[in-house]
């Protein structure tokens, strides 16, 4: 019978030799390729930032080892892009963006809970130096309490609950804007996850409805971030799951 399926349909017969030399599903550690579709010429000032932001290596940006860093390579192309003269960055983490900033010369200021600036408080905004304002904010805020960054119970990751957390956040993003300058950008990093307890949590959607109740404008295409040394890859989990490889870049603008 199967001699007889592949002599009358030919393609049947091709499409099963194809599939044989797939990689089978379940080598799960070698590595897979994309092609990723071409992208249009343009005279963008970084030819290579698209929607799709594959950058394997973490670079030497900031300090890998400290949980949730992400590489620099994105902000960095994110301020050669928009020709950003300064920069806000108020949960500096390991300091990646002032590691970039300090690279290609621009002056950056860095503030963090670690060092008792909450970033979701006016009261933390108005410490800053009088009439500050940057054309461009980086924030890569927890998702959540996806993992937990410090024992400070005002620490976003330490929000028990999600309307709690939204709440807060809505806070911060709102501080974000009234510290940019007209035409400023903030570039924000997130994204979603689930939860133990609230389960799928969309916090990519959020972020986008806080931005725009902030008065902000989103001002390019969802840059969709691989995730490329995530801590979670290397884990073997007994759940089932569509797992996450992929976290989004949303910047927006202050109206001018």
């Known amino acids: 019978m199967t001699q007889a399926n592949h002599s009358i349909n030919p393609l049947y017969a091709a499409r099963m030799a194809q599939t044989a030399h797939q990689p089978s599903p379940h080598r799960q550690n070698e590595p897979v390729y994309a092609r990723l579709p071409l992208a249009p010429v343009n005279a963008s000032p970084v030819p290579h930032l698209t929607s799709l932001y594959h950058f394997h290596r973490a670079g030497e940006y900031g300090n890998r080892s400290y949980p949730g860093n992400c590489g620099g390579s994105l902000i960095r192309d994110l301020l050669l892009f928009f020709r950003s003269q300064n920069v806000f960055d108020p949960m500096t983490g390991s300091g990646t963006c002032a590691d970039v900033c300090s690279d290609i010369g621009i002056p950056c200021l860095s503030?963090?809970?670690?060092?008792?600036?909450?970033?979701?408080?006016?009261?933390?905004?108005?410490?800053?130096?009088?009439?500050?304002?940057?054309?461009?904010?980086?924030?890569?805020?927890?998702?959540?309490?996806?993992?937990?960054?410090?024992?400070?119970?005002?620490?976003?990751?330490?929000?028990?609950?999600?309307?709690?957390?939204?709440?807060?956040?809505?806070?911060?993003?709102?501080?974000?804007?009234?510290?940019?300058?007209?035409?400023?950008?903030?570039?924000?990093?997130?994204?979603?996850?689930?939860?133990?307890?609230?389960?799928?949590?969309?916090?990519?959607?959020?972020?986008?409805?806080?931005?725009?109740?902030?008065?902000?404008?989103?001002?390019?295409?969802?840059?969709?971030?691989?995730?490329?040394?995530?801590?979670?890859?290397?884990?073997?989990?007994?759940?089932?799951?569509?797992?996450?490889?992929?976290?989004?870049?949303?910047?927006?603008?202050k109206a001018q």
Not at 124 to 147: C, E
Not at 168 to 190: D, E, H, T
Not at 212 to 221: D, E, I, M, W, Y
Request: net charge neutral.
């Open 111 to 253: 503030q963090d809970i670690r060092e008792g600036f909450d970033a979701t408080d006016a009261d933390s905004f108005r410490t800053l130096p009088a009439g500050s304002t940057f054309d461009f904010v980086w924030a890569h805020p927890p998702y959540w309490r996806q993992k937990i960054y410090t024992p400070d119970s005002r620490d976003l990751s330490r929000t028990p609950t999600l309307a709690a957390f939204l709440e807060r956040y809505a806070a911060f993003i709102a501080n974000c804007a009234g510290v940019l300058s007209p035409g400023g950008k903030l570039a924000i990093l997130m994204g979603d996850y689930c939860d133990r307890e609230a389960g799928f949590v969309p916090l990519t959607y959020h972020t986008k409805q806080l931005a725009f109740a902030a008065g902000l404008r989103q001002c390019c295409t969802d840059i969709i971030r691989f995730s490329h040394g995530a801590s979670s890859s290397r884990k073997i989990y007994r759940s089932s799951f569509i797992p996450g490889l992929h976290d989004v870049c949303m910047v927006f603008a």
